[in-house]
T-cell receptor, first 114, second 114 residues
Framework: DGGITQSPKYLFRKEGQNVTLSCEQNLNHDAMYWYRQDPGQGLRLIYYSQIVNDFQKGDIAEGYSVSREKKESFPLTVTSAQKNPTAFYLC?????????????FGPGTRLTVT | QKEVEQNSGPLSVPEGAIASLNCTYSDRGSQSFFWYRQYSGKSPELIMFIYSNGDKEDGRFTAQLNKASQYVSLLIRDSQPSDSATYLCAVPLNYGGATNKLIFGTGTLLAVQP
């Protein structure tokens, strides 16, 4: 089945630890995105990548890092510098890199940091 | 001014009625518009997209676009309790440009009463 997978579904970490969230797609999509969703705040873009080995900061990139070494993979690291890391993290991909393409989402990872 | 605005709701309708969800956007150059459905605790799912002025129908869903007034709406006919979810409107930023960033509204919560 084609789709986007994110793992794990739930993740618990202690404050001060870095944590990496996985995102894999087998749709052969060019562009991939990471969003964060908090209650009442909608989706906020963290990072996005349109091509392998290249990525750009979104609106809230501070405290996060990404890599895009393979077309199908776009992992997100939440570092200890992120002040409020507890959130629902969503990965998305889109078939093209120009404007106007729809985005498809993975199932999400719910991160809780205590 | 927010780029994409939606009434947060909740919008409560009885089962079998028509639910009308609205979205306004600020960029007059926007050319494509997307509606996502998000069940509580789940990731957004694309349900409709529209590019041209007028109506686009898909089953019980109808998307309506009025570019002159800068609004897009989603009608759900014969609403069912299973339609109860948050509906997100999304508009590309810089349509036709080099990137494919989507701007999401904060969503409207729909509650269909049995």
């Amino acid at each position: 089945d084609g789709g986007i997978t994110q793992s794990p579904k739930y993740l618990f970490r202690k404050e001060g630890q870095n944590v990496t969230l996985s995102c894999e797609q087998n749709l052969n999509h060019d562009a991939m995105y990471w969003y964060r969703q908090d209650p009442g705040q909608g989706l906020r873009l963290i990072y996005y990548s349109q091509i392998v080995n290249d990525f750009q900061k979104g609106d809230i990139a501070e405290g996060y890092s990404v890599s895009r070494e393979k077309k199908e993979s776009f992992p997100l690291t939440v570092t200890s510098a992120q002040k409020n890391p507890t959130a629902f993290y969503l990965c998305a991909s889109t078939p093209g890199t120009g404007g106007g393409y729809e985005q498809y989402f993975g199932p999400g990872t719910r991160l809780t940091v205590t | 001014q927010k780029e994409v605005e939606q009434n947060s709701g909740p919008l409560s309708v009885p089962e079998g009625a028509i639910a009308s969800l609205n979205c306004t956007y600020s960029d007059r150059g926007s050319q494509s518009f997307f509606w996502y459905r998000q069940y509580s605790g789940k990731s957004p799912e694309l349900i409709m997209f529209i590019y041209s002025n007028g109506d686009k129908e898909d089953g019980r869903f109808t998307a309506q676009l009025n570019k002159a007034s800068q609004y897009v709406s989603l009608l759900i006919r014969d609403s069912q309790p299973s339609d109860s979810a948050t509906y997100l409107c999304a508009v590309p930023l810089n349509y036709g440009g080099a990137t494919n960033k989507l701007i999401f509204g904060t969503g409207t919560l729909l509650a269909v009463q049995p």
